[in-house]
């Protein structure tokens, strides 16, 4: 078992370094105070070809893979939360038009996403259902050639900036889950609105909203997967988002490490630097530890996808570990740094706040827990 990356991906991971240390890190703490999407990193990231990492040469994109998109997520999140959930969010919806997506579909629309021309977003959350994926409420009635939506999404990163999106609606309430459509829509399409705008905790240069869907008609055309296939075609999506929310996690994890780790070598105390404390070194020690361990799990779960494998397991994993390292790791950060890290001052309090969305979008925790949880009895029945 080699655990050595290919040449290609140890280039790749230092290119993206390089950008995100010169292009995207030094602009975080600004974004986090103007609550909005950084236009000029994105247009950038365009250029740079990271939007077509995981997809094939073919609709524009390098053809690497997926764990060289993983490695991007972690890497930009070391600089910036916010940048890598912006790519995160993109790819969500992008994926599923090339996964699922008639010809006619992919050539239409993953150029332009694949490039980064356009931002894409995936609606599935609602008011009324987060987790309970299975729940939403809106709606999908068959009008001729058209299908008229109605209803309201939530907390839908890239929403308002995106001018793709892929819609899970209800095209038959008394299926459940097998009643759940997916629709590809466009902004400025009649009956489509963006709603609020999130003021959030966290992970503030990423754009969050409402989405309002008032008769908004879409052309038949646009169903992306079969009808009453939506709901596979969302998690099929969210698989491969929770790998990514993994590596968001060892990404967010490494830079408070690193904050730490420089400010315990630095600051005096006790006649020497904190670094010589071993109550210092032990939280560093769990840090290191941690995030080996999270980068691995979410290694192992791009490298099943890259191989065609099963990975739902392996996704839900990366991501539930991945976010709670996450979480550990900010709160001893801001704890090595005393009073100083609950200041805007230093940077990990603002890590530590974009650390708790990770185990709450995309799955929460609990309900991943749970899937993990059943997947692996199954095994051992």
């Not at 070809?49 to 999140?77: C, D, H």
């Amino acid at each position: 078992m080699d655990f050595r990356l290919s040449e290609e991906l140890e280039l790749w991971r230092k290119t993206v370094r390089e950008f995100t240390e010169k292009e995207v890190a030094p602009y975080d703490a600004e974004m986090d105070r103007a609550n909005d999407l950084p236009w000029d990193i994105v247009r950038k990231m365009s250029e740079s070809g990271f939007f077509g990492v995981p997809f094939p040469e073919e609709y524009g994109g390098a053809g690497m893979g997926s764990l060289a998109a993983v490695i991007t997520i972690e890497e930009l999140a070391r600089g910036s939360a916010s940048v890598a959930l912006t790519l995160d969010a993109h790819w969500l919806a992008t994926d599923p038009i090339f996964m699922f997506g008639t010809e006619e579909q992919k050539k239409k629309y993953l150029p332009d996403l694949v490039s980064g021309k356009k931002l894409a977003a995936f609606a599935l959350t609602e008011p009324v259902a987060g987790s309970d994926a299975a729940g939403i409420m809106s709606t999908a009635v068959r009008d001729g050639d058209y299908w008229i939506l109605n209803g309201t999404k939530a907390f839908i990163t890239n929403g308002g900036a995106a001018e793709t999106y892929v819609i899970a609606v209800k095209t038959d309430k008394t299926k459940g889950a097998r009643g759940i459509s997916t629709f590809i829509v466009e902004k400025g399409t009649p009956g489509f609105s963006i709603g609020k705008k999130e003021d959030k905790m966290g992970c503030r240069g990423s754009v969050t909203t409402e989405l309002i869907l008032d008769n908004c008609r879409v052309p038949a055309e646009n169903m992306l997967g079969k009808e009453g296939e939506g709901f596979k075609v969302a998690m099929v999506a969210l698989d491969f988002g929770r790998v990514c929310v993994g590596a968001m996690g060892v990404g967010c994890a490494t830079a408070a490490m690193e904050a730490a780790g420089r400010y315990a070598n630095q600051r005096q105390a006790f006649g020497g630097p904190l670094a010589k404390l071993q109550a210092v070194q032990f939280k560093i020690a769990d840090m290191a530890m941690g995030i080996e361990a999270a980068r691995l799990l979410t290694y192992r779960a791009a490298w099943l996808r890259d191989a065609g494998q099963r990975y739902t397991t392996e996704a839900a994993m990366a991501k539930v570990f991945g976010a709670e390292v996450a979480m550990s790791t900010c709160k001893d950060a801001i704890q090595i740094f005393g009073g100083y890290g609950y200041t805007r001052d230093y940077p990990v309090e603002r890590y530590l706040r974009d650390a708790k969305l990770l185990e709450i979008g995309e799955g929460a925790s609990e309900v991943l827990r749970m899937v993990i949880g059943m997947n692996t009895l199954k095994e051992l029945a």
